[in-house]
Nanobody, 114 residues
Framework: VQLQASGGGLVQAGGSLNLSCVTS????????MGWYRQAPGKQRELVAI???????NYADSVKGRFAISRDNAKNTVYLQMHSLKSEDTAVYYC?????????WGQGTLVTVSS
């Protein structure tokens, strides 16, 4: 499956931003969809995941501030980000897994200015 992420940009600390990830196929075929991020000089880390059954999991650093959701009709997964902090600055990657196959989007840059 191909993933197309969008929605990144520059935002002031405390602001909000919404990311979108459109899949090339049916979202129902995917076991897990999620968002990861990679800050400069750091390893890629999990931000949030959403299972086909609707379960979610978040990194401790974003709990209560970020929300992952999906629109089945649009084959799109969203990441709503609120109360953004400078440490949220990173390239955000959309991720999908179906059985043993994983796919990554191209990444979208989120920059939070303090």
């Amino acid at each position: 499956v191909q993933l197309q992420a969008s929605g990144g940009g520059l935002v002031q600390a405390g602001g909000s931003l919404n990311l979108s990830c459109v899949t090339s196929g049916s979202i129902f075929s995917l076991d897990i969809m999620g968002w990861y991020r990679q800050a400069p000089g750091k390893q890629r880390e999990l931000v949030a995941i959403l299972t086909r059954g609707g379960s979610t999991n978040y990194a401790d650093s974003v709990k209560g501030r970020f929300a992952i959701s999906r629109d089945n009709a649009k084959n799109t997964v969203y990441l709503q980000m609120h109360s953004l902090k400078s440490e949220d600055t990173a390239v955000y990657y959309c991720h999908a897994r179906r059985m043993i196959t994983t796919s990554w989007g191209q990444g979208t840059l989120v920059t939070v200015s303090s």
